[in-house]
């Protein structure tokens, strides 16, 4: 499978703290790659890097083959790279609906011309995502559960070719997160390429095609979720810790 998209010895530094410390990876079309690592080792900064909240220090970016570093989130949105937030703020005094919307008007391609044709793209990512229900409540009314589905929702509404989520199933129950897969399943169905941030190891394990591993903003390893689960510096690193 080619690579949609490719990132190249990026490095972020914060003053003197280095986040994200030279790390390189591919995430081919059609793909759902793991992203997993201790708290603090650099995941959601990776994130943030690829979809423009932040800037690298070093290194480039690059969406199907063009280099995209220096270029601002919305622009990066309207190419068709779409993400979730580990924190959920939907935007107070809207709907369910038209938070999915705001999605809808601005996304890939410049998003939709009208509002009509917003709402109508966000009750079908709304359905999409088992929310459908919701749609008239206002989101601030969502439980945790539901603030996670709103959030896959406007991201979906957006139209990505490429899916960044952040912890999407933190917090939830193990009905929830098979719940949780299945839609994100479904995303990869449709041809989004999907990368994912847990902690949930048995999930992101049976979901994942490939598993990234990050350690003090480092790479450590990359590659199938058996081989990666079993790599010794992986379980010292990280899931020693669950283990003891």
């Given at each position: 499978?080619s690579?949609?998209?490719?990132i190249?010895n990026?490095?972020?530094?914060?003053?003197g703290?280095?986040?994200?410390?030279?790390?390189?990876?591919t995430?081919a079309?059609?793909?759902?790659?793991?992203?997993?690592?201790p708290?603090?080792?650099?995941?959601?900064?990776?994130?943030s890097?690829?979809s423009?909240?932040?800037a690298?220090?070093?290194?480039?970016i690059l969406?199907?083959?063009n280099?995209?570093?220096?270029?601002?989130?919305y622009?990066?949105?309207?190419?068709?790279?779409?993400?979730?937030?580990?924190i959920?703020?939907?935007?107070p005094?809207?709907?369910?609906?038209?938070?999915?919307?705001?999605?809808?008007?601005?996304?890939?391609g410049?998003?939709?011309?009208?509002?009509?044709?917003?709402?109508e793209?966000?009750?079908?990512?709304?359905?999409f995502v088992?929310?459908?229900?919701?749609?008239?409540?206002r989101?601030?009314a969502?439980?945790g559960?539901g603030r996670?589905?709103?959030e896959?929702a406007?991201?979906?509404a957006?139209q990505?070719r490429?899916?960044l989520c952040?912890?999407?199933?933190?917090?939830l129950n193990l009905?929830e997160?098979?719940e949780?897969?299945d839609?994100?399943?479904?995303?990869r169905?449709?041809?989004?390429?999907?990368?994912?941030?847990?902690h949930v190891?048995k999930a992101i394990?049976?979901?994942?095609?490939?598993?990234?591993?990050?350690?003090?903003?480092?790479?450590?390893a990359?590659?199938?979720?058996?081989?990666?689960?079993?790599?010794?510096?992986?379980?010292?690193?990280?899931?020693?810790r669950q283990r003891?």
């Amino acid at each position: 499978m080619s690579a949609i998209l490719e990132i190249r010895n990026v490095t972020r530094r914060f003053a003197g703290l280095v986040a994200v410390n030279q790390v390189s990876f591919t995430l081919a079309e059609g793909e759902i790659l793991g992203l997993i690592g201790p708290n603090g080792a650099g995941k959601t900064t990776l994130v943030s890097l690829i979809s423009g909240t932040l800037a690298p220090t070093h290194g480039e970016i690059l969406y199907q083959g063009n280099p995209i570093g220096n270029l601002p989130a919305y622009r990066r949105a309207r190419l068709g790279i779409g993400r979730t937030f580990q924190i959920m703020r939907p935007f107070p005094g809207l709907s369910v609906l038209d938070n999915v919307a705001v999605g809808a008007l601005f996304g890939r391609g410049g998003g939709q011309p009208d509002l009509a044709q917003a709402r109508e793209q966000a009750r079908a990512c709304l359905d999409f995502v088992g929310l459908g229900r919701a749609a008239g409540q206002r989101a601030e009314a969502l439980g945790g559960p539901g603030r996670k589905r709103l959030e896959l929702a406007k991201a979906l509404a957006m139209q990505p070719r490429v899916l960044l989520c952040d912890e999407v199933m933190a917090g939830l129950n193990l009905v929830e997160i098979d719940e949780v897969i299945d839609v994100i399943r479904k995303v990869r169905a449709t041809g989004i390429s999907v990368l994912v941030i847990e902690h949930v190891i048995k999930a992101i394990k049976s979901l994942s095609n490939r598993l990234l591993v990050l350690h003090h903003g480092e790479k450590i390893a990359d590659g199938p979720p058996g081989e990666v689960l079993a790599n010794a510096e992986v379980v010292q690193a990280y899931l020693g810790r669950q283990r003891a």
